[in-house]
């Protein structure tokens, strides 16, 4: 059975870098794009950004500079970091491929 | 950017009823169309890729149609599982983009 497992901290201050992982259990999805997306307290869906296994990255213009997307195959997990948070960065940050997402991790930046 | 502008914004039913959102592409997307649902406290479910596609597991109540610029997401038969905010989201061009969702409720 497919699971997303995400990791990584749920409280930042302003400037720091979040980072989140995503590890991929039972399948590799080989040929698809591997997304983080995040939602704002009680607002819609944004899109940050995607990399394939082979490490082809597409990302949001709206977050480009602060973004950076990874994949680490031999754990068949990706990860995400943005730098430079601020409290406009608080939302809830899922990982996704195909059918499948992960349980969403609550990363709230406060001083 | 392509802007996804779903509507209604909310919507009330009742079980049994058959309910039909609409999502509207500013551009020609063709039928680079997926549907979500999403109940609160959850992350989102994969419904719908393809314009009109099921995904596994996803029961044959829901059904998508459209291509181009405008879509729909129907479901045959309301039940109270299906009580949830439902979003459309493109991926004809980047950057991917989410209409603003459609929240179902009793």
């Known amino acids: 059975q497919v699971q997303l497992q995400q990791r990584g901290a749920g409280l930042l201050e302003p400037s720091e870098t979040l980072s989140l992982t995503c590890a991929v259990y039972?399948?590799?999805?080989?040929?698809?794009?591997w997304k983080w997306i995040r939602q704002p307290p009680g607002k819609g869906l944004e899109w940050i950004g995607e990399?394939?296994?082979?490490?082809?990255?597409n990302y949001n213009p709206s977050l480009k500079s602060r973004v950076t997307i990874a994949v680490d195959t031999s754990k068949n997990q990706f990860s995400l970091n943005l730098s430079s948070v601020t409290a406009a960065d608080t939302a809830v940050y899922y990982c996704?491929?195909?059918?499948?997402w992960g349980q969403g991790t609550l990363v709230t930046v406060s001083s | 950017d392509i802007q996804m502008t779903q509507s209604p914004s909310s919507l009330s039913a009742s079980v049994g009823d058959r309910v039909t959102i609409t999502c509207r592409a500013s551009?020609?997307?063709?039928?680079?169309l997926a549907w979500f649902q999403q109940k609160p406290g959850k992350a989102p479910k994969s419904l719908i890729y393809?314009?009109?596609s099921l995904r596994n597991g996803v029961p044959s109540k829901f059904s998508g149609s459209g291509s181009g610029t405008d879509f729909t997401l129907t479901i045959s038969s309301l039940q109270p599982e299906d009580f949830a905010t439902y979003y459309c989201?493109?991926?004809?061009?980047?950057?991917?983009?989410f209409g603003g969702g459609t929240k179902v409720e009793i």
């Open positions: 996704h491929v195909e059918d499948y």
């Open positions: 039972g399948g590799s999805f080989s040929g698809y794009y």
């Open positions: 990399i394939n296994r082979s490490g082809s990255t």
């Open positions: 551009q020609d997307i063709s039928n680079y």
């Open positions: 393809a314009a009109s």
């Open positions: 989201q493109q991926y004809n061009t980047y950057p991917l983009t």
